[in-house]
């Protein structure tokens, strides 16, 4: 590899806060962004919770006109990039047409544009067809979600998107190194971005049941990763975005790194459309494939950013995966659930660990993991129960497992 690489920049939109600080003070103190959702009336369903964002002002960023033209995740993707940009001293109203050639971005999602979607076929079969959007198919088109953050900001480098179900940002996220690494970008504002909270989605997601109808009159209590009593996840939404650089880049301009995406692994079980094998060994293998690359073994990682859905297959095979992974060091390592807190944002997942990863390890402070209140003998490590904990973090694991036997994770290292 020709050059390390970077984080400069980090902006989030989420459940627990708007603003990349405010999701990190709620993150760390424990404060659920679970509640019954708003949006529309959920009575008919049988899951009435989700980890939904309210507060946000759409019109902030984008035009009154285009709210009707795009999917609610366009408007959040965007101000959390912006927030991103911003925080990495970048200003794209300065720069000449050359430099924005040569900022790219690359972004994962796992849905993109269903929300939009559903609405518009809400709209036809109601007979309010002229109410249609012009613009349809190509807000339906997911890799346009990469585009209109493009347009946005004026970015003329490539712009790209990867849906690779909930490893989406995470891969999105290890993509955009290894292009910084051959040279093909300076810059790519990159991370996650889904708003799936949608009549018909759910129904889809409780067809499966895989989602929690256990709480609905205490909502904050409905994500419990790792809990005995765990019997599905909690829907999300929300963005988390970056700026990468290569680490050179950023001493030329001064900027401020928050740490090093040091390594990224991948795997596939090529096993179940939905379903995990049981043994646990390709989730152990992206892990492994990552620390390899990032040049660590498992006594120097410290910490580890858990997918943790709090479904019961998917929490006791990640365990055993990090047990896999990191033998006897997985009963020593701390490791924590940010979906106990913001619910399961589908494929933005991996963008919201790596955003609470690395504010953890700006500030020697993990967050924990909610709700982790009967203890699981199939699960049996360190999942930082309950309230927050003062850990200095030289090298940790961010990891996502997805539909489709899909398994990535990426290594987070101190800037030195």
């Known amino acids: 590899m020709s050059h390390r690489i970077v984080v400069t920049g980090i902006g989030a939109v989420s459940p627990n806060g708007l603003g990349r600080e405010a999701f990190w003070e709620a993150s760390w103190q424990g404060r659920s962004g679970v509640r019954r959702i708003q949006r529309f009336d ?3 369903l049988p899951v009435h919770i989700a980890g939904e964002i309210v507060g946000f002002e759409p019109t902030r960023y984008i035009s009154e006109k285009d709210t009707a033209n795009v999917s609610r995740v366009v408007p959040l993707a965007i101000a959390a990039a912006g927030e991103a940009i911003a925080d990495a001293g970048l200003d794209p109203s300065r720069m000449t047409l050359e430099d924005r050639r040569h900022i790219a971005v690359l972004l994962g999602s796992g849905g993109g544009g269903q929300e939009f979607v559903e609405h518009q076929y809400e709209l036809y079969y109601s007979g309010r067809v002229r109410q249609c959007s012009v613009y349809t198919i ?3 088109t997911i890799g346009t979600l990469a585009s209109e953050i493009s347009m946005h900001f004026g ?3 490539f712009s790209h998107l990867i849906s690779t179900g909930c490893t989406s940002s995470t891969d999105a996220i290890g993509y955009a190194a290894q292009n910084i690494w051959c040279g093909t970008a300076d810059v790519v504002v990159c991370g996650g971005a889904d708003a799936p909270l949608a009549p018909l989605i759910m129904k889809g997601f409780t067809l499966m049941r895989i989602l929690t109808s256990s709480w609905n009159n205490q909502p904050e209590r409905g994500s419990r990763p790792f ?5 599905g996840f ?14 050179e880049h950023a001493q030329e301009r001064g900027a401020h790194i928050y740490a090093e995406i040091a390594g990224y692994g991948s795997t596939c079980e090529a096993f179940h459309r939905v379903r995990l094998e049981e043994n646990g060994e390709e989730p152990a293998r992206a892990m492994r494939l990552a620390m390899e690359q990032a040049k660590i073994g498992p006594d120097q990682v410290d910490y580890v950013n858990l997918h943790g859905t709090s479904t019961v297959l998917n929490d006791r095979i990640e365990t055993r995966a990090l047990k896999l992974a990191l033998g006897k060091r997985a009963y020593h390592v701390p490791a924590s659930a940010l979906k106990s807190m913001i619910g399961h944002p589908q494929g933005a997942s991996g963008a919201a660990g790596l955003a609470a990863t690395l504010l953890a390890m700006r500030d020697g402070r993990a967050a924990p993991t909610l709700n982790v209140d009967v203890p699981d003998p199939e699960c049996d490590l360190d999942y930082v129960p309950h309230k927050a904990r003062q850990i200095e973090i030289e090298h940790a694991i961010c990891n996502c497992i997805a539909f489709g036997s899909k398994n990535s994770a990426l290594v987070v290292s101190r800037a030195a």
Do not use: C, K
């Not at 809990?227 to 019997?231: I, K, P, T, V, Y």
């Not at 909690?234 to 680490?247: I, N, P, Q, R």
């Open 155 to 157: 970015f003329r480098g």
């Open 42 to 44: 959920p009575s008919l």
């Open 227 to 231: 809990s005995a009593d765990r019997d």
């Open 138 to 140: 190509p807000s339906a």
């Open 234 to 247: 909690v829907l999300g939404e929300g963005a988390w975005m970056f700026v990468l650089e290569s680490y």
